[in-house]
Every structure is written in C-alpha cells, then in structure tokens.
C-alpha cells in the first residue's frame, strides 16, 4: 500500500515537473514581500482594534477579510456566505467558599485559585460535588496504539479522576515510552479533560508539575479566574466534566501524604506499563457558582472550486483573532498582533492569490479559512473541522500556520509535531527546491503541535501541517535567530507592542508561502492523499 502511494506521488511529482513545472514558478512568483507587507501593516493598524471576537473590531475585521478574499477570485465557502456562524459560550466560575478534601476524621481545606484551580465548563448555574471518591488514574491515558490505558479496572463514574501532568515518555527519557521527550496528545491537559469525561468521571484535577506541564502553576492558576470560553455543545457530543482544573504541586502532595502517598513514587509507579490506578481513600468537596454569556463569532473562508474534484479540497488556515483593547503597556491599550497573526493571514491571503493567477483551475479545491477565537482554545478550527463545507473524510490536509515572523530568509523549515504525516516528505521536497532544510521543533516537550489551529484538523484525522522558517537565518545563522524569537517573545507575544514596524523583512514569508503553495498544488493537482506515518496518534482516527 504505501509503496503504491509513493509510487504514485513520485509519478504525479514527474508529471508536475514535466507540464506544470514553469505554470507552478509562474504563479508562485504573485507571492510578494511588498504584498504580504501591505496586508500586515493593515491588518496590525488601530483601526482593526486588536480584532477580538465579540467586539466592533470583529466587524471590521471580518468585513476586510471577505473583501481581500474576493478581491483574489475566490468564492465564498459556506454556500452564499463568507461566514461560518461559531456559538459559543463564555462561562466564569467562582469557587464559593473552600474546596474540602477529607477522609475519617482527616480535613484539608483548599483556597482557589492559589491552591487549587478549578474551572466549570458547565450549563448549570451552580455545580456542587458532595463527597465524591477520588481515584487516583495514572497519567489518565487510554492509548491502544501503546497498548496503554490508566483508567483499566478503574471506575471513575461520578467520581474525581486524579492524573498526571504529561505522558510516561517525558519523564523516563525512554522513546520507545510513548514518544520519549516529544509529547503525544495525551501529554496536554485537554486530551486529560476529554478522557476522563469519556470515563464518565463528575471532576477531573491534574497534579501540577512544571516542566511536565511546559509552565508555572501561575499559567492554570489565571486562567482559572478569568471566563472561559466554549462551544456550545452540539447534540451527540460528550459533554466535558462539569469540573475541570489542577491541584498545585503543594497540595498534591498535602492531599497524597495525607493518605500516605507520595507523588514522585507515585509517577514513577505510573511510568510502568501494567500500573493500575486505585481509590485514594479520600473524598473531594466543593460548591462552584457559574455565569454564561451565549454570544457567537464568524469564522471565514473562501474557496476556489476545484475544475475535476470540486468536493476534494485542501484547507489553509490563519486564526484572524487577537485580544483586542486592554490593559495599557507604555501608553498602548491596543493588542493590534501584527506577527499574531497578522503576517501569517497575510501569507495565507498570498498563497490564495498563487492559486487564482494559475492559467487553469485545479482538479481540486482550495480553501482559505480564517478561524475565530484561536486564541480561547482553538474554538473556530474545531467548529469548522467538526461542520466542515465539504464532507469529512475529503479534506485531503490542512496548511495551518502562526506567528509568522518577518525576520528575513531562514535556511530552516521547522516542523512542529515533525514525522507525524507524509506531508513532511512532499515539504522536504519543496523545501530542497528553494535550498533549505526541514528540522523537527527543538523544543517538542511542550506540545505546541497540539496549540493551533491544524490541531482540529489532526484530531480528525486529516493531516495537518504546521510549519515555518524559524531557526537558522541565511544572513545571520542560528544564534541570531534564537534571539530574535526570544526578544518577540519576552516583549512583543500577547501584548500591545506586536505592531506593524516598517524595518519587518517579509523576504522569509515569501519562502515560507511559496513552500506551502508547492506542496499544496501538488495535492490539488492530483489524486495524492497524503496519510498519517504509522505510530502517529492520529493515524487510526479516519
Ligand atoms: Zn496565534
């Protein structure tokens, strides 16, 4: 099977080279530095408000989007409309009075947030947990392609599933554990959320931990008491523990030792294959008040019918929203994200144009989707991947991309969530095209393939690709580049002074989306679907 498939994308490669070859330089040369500038410097300006859902910068930005979309030829994705209608709900909890953890006569008393850090995804005004059994899941990890699972013998219905931050690889360094130092899905605290409702469990805490969890206790602690935000549930789906949240490291080990646990014994025993997880004896109380705020937001897309296969589409995604108005830094109050994710709107909007300039029409479709609330938890990509235009299993793969930044040309490529899909070969191709190199991200403990927007698409089951010019500057190497990231980081990401600057060199970008372009009109013109590399956790969702 998989040498038919190869077999088949080296002879479409050939074809592509012998017919379209000059077509494809052609139209990958619309792809323009003073373009993709133009496009940030607008989308980065105040008058687009710092785009956050529910706000007039929402209208703004939307209204521009769909007008760039088909100002380039494309059409609009959603039958007559550029929008994909997101409902969401905005819930804010409030933990009244203390979280009560006892067992006999023993009683440990929790202060939220600073010990404990509890949200409520939860319709119910207020959700109250009266002594329920807590259980202590392991890693909290059903994984059959590891032959894997922390919830065997275990029931949990009603119950609160303690776990683990992270999966067994991180912390034993064995790759042939999970995946060694590279989180799976079933490191992030969102698959721990997923299983234990699945498990049926009333309440799922994770322990805390830092390098485990990539940061401080700090990070669950805020977002605790700031709203969150949620799809409205649709009919069918599972709904999410009504009490989500994390014990500190401290209590952890209050609430363990108390019952004669200790927790670094405890995560060693939870690294072996075989352990079985067990009731800790102890009982878990609290009273949580909840408020919603239905509201809805817009996804947008456009699409470019495909000529032979209009139902067949590739999908390329950029997060349109950002954080809007806010707390003022140095006399800004305006979090315009001109890199987050201005640059990375404006590569998705050049590549759209490659496809429009071509001669002929592709056997398939291309649509271009700019997902709503990104930045609250993938929110618009999981709606439009689970209400899709087209039908599931024909979206061939999706080209997600974030934080583009405009630092110059990279001899780099770094693919974040490297070696999970045939998408990484048909890239090194295009890669080696233009000089470059494809490298996995350095830093792969912390997750971050499963923290944009491709993410939706992977969990189901369409390849998905998140990759970019990062690591190793043409001009001025590595250690340069390093230290540009890092100064975005510490001074730009998430606050006001991610604006447009006229010195930003767009050079990169323009590689960055030609790559893309080359490997995406490679699927469009053609009958390739790309698969999962066996091993993958997404190979056996389709
Ligand atoms: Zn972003």
């Not at 919830?151 to 999966?167: E, H």
């Not at 709203?227 to 500190?248: H, K, L, R």
């Not at 689970?386 to 991309?401: H, K, L, M, W």
């Amino acid at each position: 099977m998989k040498t038919c498939l190869y077999a088949l994308m080296a002879l479409s490669f050939f074809v592509a080279s012998c017919s379209g070859g000059d077509e494809l330089r052609r139209a990958s040369e619309t792809i323009k530095a003073d373009e993709l500038r133009e496009y940030t410097r607008t989308l980065g300006a105040d008058s687009f408000m710092g785009r956050k859902p529910f706000t007039p910068g929402e209208e703004v930005t939307v209204a521009w989007l769909s007008g760039e979309l088909e100002r380039i030829g494309f059409r609009p994705a959603f039958g007559d409309s550029w929008f994909q209608e997101v409902p969401m709900v905005e819930i804010t909890t409030v933990v009244d009075g203390k979280v009560v953890v006892s067992s006999g006569k023993k009683r440990i008393e929790l202060s939220a947030p600073d010990d404990i850090a509890i949200e409520s995804p939860s319709m119910k005004q207020v959700v109250v947990l009266d002594e329920i059994p807590m259980v202590f899941c392991g890693f909290g990890i059903v994984a059959p392609e590891y032959g894997w699972n922390d919830y065997a013998g275990l029931d949990v219905k009603g119950k609160c599933a303690v776990v683990l931050v992270n999966d067994p690889g991180l912390y034993t360094g064995d790759t042939t554990l999970f995946k060694g130092r590279t989180m799976t899905y079933y490191g992030r605290w969102t698959y721990k959320y997923e299983e234990a409702a699945r498990q049926g469990a009333a309440a799922v805490i994770i322990i805390h931990e830092p390098v485990g969890a990539g940061y401080d206790y700090s990070i669950p602690r805020k977002s605790s008491i700031s709203p969150g935000f949620y799809m409205e549930q649709a009919e069918g789906d599972i709904t999410p523990c009504p009490v989500t949240g994390w014990f500190s490291a401290e209590s952890a080990s209050r609430i363990m030792s108390a019952e004669g646990y200790d927790v670094e014994i405890l995560r060693k025993d939870a690294c072996q294959a075989g352990f079985r997880g067990f009731e800790l004896g102890s009982s878990i109380s609290m009273k949580l008040l909840n408020s919603q705020v239905k509201n809805s937001s817009v996804n947008v897309a456009g699409i470019l019918p495909g000529r032979l296969h209009p139902e067949e589409c590739v999908v390329i995604t950029a997060h349109w929203d950002h954080f809007g108005i806010g707390e003022a830094e140095n006399g800004d109050s305006i979090y315009n994200g001109a890199v987050d994710n201005g640059t990375t709107m404006a590569w998705a909007l050049e590549i759209g144009e490659a496809f429009t300039s071509l001669k002929k029409r592709p056997e398939r479709s291309v649509i271009i989707l700019f997902p709503t609330a990104e930045e609250q938890g993938l929110l618009g990509s999981s709606w439009f991947a689970a209400n899709p235009p087209v039908e599931p299993q024909n979206i061939i793969a999706c080209f997600n991309n974030d934080l583009l930044l405009p630092i110059g040309r990279m001899k780099d490529i770094m693919v974040t969530g490297f070696g999970q899909s045939d998408l990484d070969d048909m890239l090194a191709e295009a890669a080696s095209r233009q000089g470059r190199y494809l490298m996995p991200d350095p830093n792969p403990e912390t997750g971050m393939y499963f923290r944009s927007d491709h993410f939706p698409f992977a969990k189901a089951g369409i390849p998905a690709l998140f990759a970019r010019g990062n690591c190793d500057s043409r001009e001025f190497g590595k250690e340069w580049a390093a230290a540009q990231e890092k100064d975005y980081i510490a001074n730009k990401y998430h606050k006001p002074a991610d604006n447009y600057y006229p010195d930003m060199n767009f050079d990169g970008i323009v590689e960055d989306a030609r790559a893309v372009f080359d490997v995406a009109y490679r699927i469009v013109a053609s009958e390739i679907r790309p698969q999962w590399k066996p091993g993958s956790e997404f190979a056996n969702v389709r």
